[in-house]
């Protein structure tokens, strides 16, 4: 997964974005799901947030390190619904 750090200057553009729902606002800034957010495996080729951040502040989640196998299986079962 990844996650948006403090240099987030809460442009709204990411959030719309995401393919599995994973942005919200959060108290002070956008946050990211981990358990919604397949670093976009499934969707797309790359990260959709990443790709529209203008202040670049997306990388991925040090608590949060996960194989592209990882990330599909994430993919399916959220497409499961579960
Ligand atoms: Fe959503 Fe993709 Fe960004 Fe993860 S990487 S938060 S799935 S847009
Ligand atoms: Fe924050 Fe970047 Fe999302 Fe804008 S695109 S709300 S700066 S994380």
């Known amino acids: 997964a990844l996650i948006i750090t403090d240099d987030c ?3 709204d553009v990411c959030e ?3 393919p599995n729902e994973a942005i919200s606002l959060g108290p002070e800034i956008y946050v990211i799901d981990p358990a919604r957010c397949t670093e976009c495996v499934g969707h797309f080729d790359e990260p959709q947030c990443v790709q529209v951040c203008p202040v670049a502040c997306i990388p991925v989640n040090p608590a949060h390190v996960e194989t592209r196998e990882q ?3 994430k993919y399916v079962r959220l497409q499961g619904g579960t």
Do not use: R, S
Request: overall charge negative; proline content about 11%.
């Open 9 to 11: 200057i809460n442009c």
């Open 16 to 18: 719309p974005e995401c």
């Open 71 to 73: 990330l599909m299986a």
